[in-house]
């Protein structure tokens, strides 16, 4: 019985993930609104990395506003991205 509620659950989450892919090719969009969905992975990333960024330290949040712009500078020197994740990480071991 469990077995088929798990596979059920796998079924339900998996239509709405793979349904737009599946069918976006047959929209299309005015430019205006291509222009901001194709933002929304930025500021879907930056709402889930600047909380992240805050509370790497409770007590201590300078620590993870450093880490994040060591991320930041690295990012912007063009350098691949683990050496920008290694970097970060790197930066709040050496603080702590």
Known sequence: M???M???MAVVTAIPRIAPTLFIH???FPKWLDRSLQAIPYA???ALIFPGIMTV???APQIGIIAGLTAVLLSWSGIHIIYVVVGAILSVFLMT
Do not use: K, R
């Open 2 to 4: 469990i077995i088929w």
């Open 6 to 8: 798990i596979i059920g």
């Open 26 to 28: 047959l929209l299309t």
């Open 44 to 46: 879907a990333l930056g």
């Open 57 to 59: 330290q409770p007590d």
